[in-house]
């Protein structure tokens, strides 16, 4: 996912790419704002442990996904190329 463009997956909800961006912003934001007392490496952490628990519960509740392991292998896709795609970005 690029700062331009979200990924295809991202498209299937009811987020315009401008206003995903905001979203995704506002999340960062926050981080960095915690990160003034908590270290990176702890706040990384516990920002993927509840995107994984919030996930979780949109598969569960949400979306009623039926096969768990199918599941996680989309969502750990499409991480590893958000995260690629942010690595390669050189105004990180």
Do not use: W
């Not at 206003?19 to 702890?42: H, M, S, V």
């Amino acid at each position: 996912m690029n700062r331009q463009e979200p990924a295809e997956d991202c498209k299937e909800g009811q987020l315009d790419p401008n206003t995903f961006l905001k979203l995704a912003d506002a999340f960062i934001d926050l981080a960095n704002r915690k990160n003034k007392k908590i270290a990176a490496a702890d706040l990384s952490m516990a920002f993927m442990y509840g995107a994984a628990r919030y996930q979780a519960h949109v598969a569960r509740n949400v979306i009623e996904i039926q096969e768990d392991e199918e599941f996680v292998t989309h969502m750990v896709n499409a991480f590893t190329e958000m995260l690629r795609q942010n690595l390669a970005d050189p105004n990180i």
